[in-house]
């Protein structure tokens, strides 16, 4: 993975883990906690740059959607 990469995936992680902090019940902010912390565990060890942008993009647009749902 390109460093530029790393970090905007990086970016993307801390963003999400920090929205789902906002969710009002305590249960979907654990769930969310715990569904962010396993899907990213889960695609860490991939290489296919193609596939990485494709789990990127992903990862924007359920971000946006946590921000519109906190």
Same mark, same amino acid.
């Given at each position: 993975m390109a460093a530029s990469s790393r970090a905007q995936v990086l970016d993307l992680y801390r963003a999400m883990l920090r929205e789902s902090?906002? /969710?009002s019940a305590y249960n979907y902010?654990?769930?969310a906690v715990r569904r962010i912390r396993d899907? /990213?565990?889960e695609n860490k060890n991939v290489? *296919?740059?193609v596939e990485?942008?494709?789990l990127v993009n992903k990862a924007k647009? *359920?971000?946006e959607i946590i921000r519109r749902q906190s």
């Open positions: 902090k906002h /969710f902010r654990t769930y899907a /990213f565990r290489k *296919d740059p990485i942008q494709a647009r *359920d971000l």
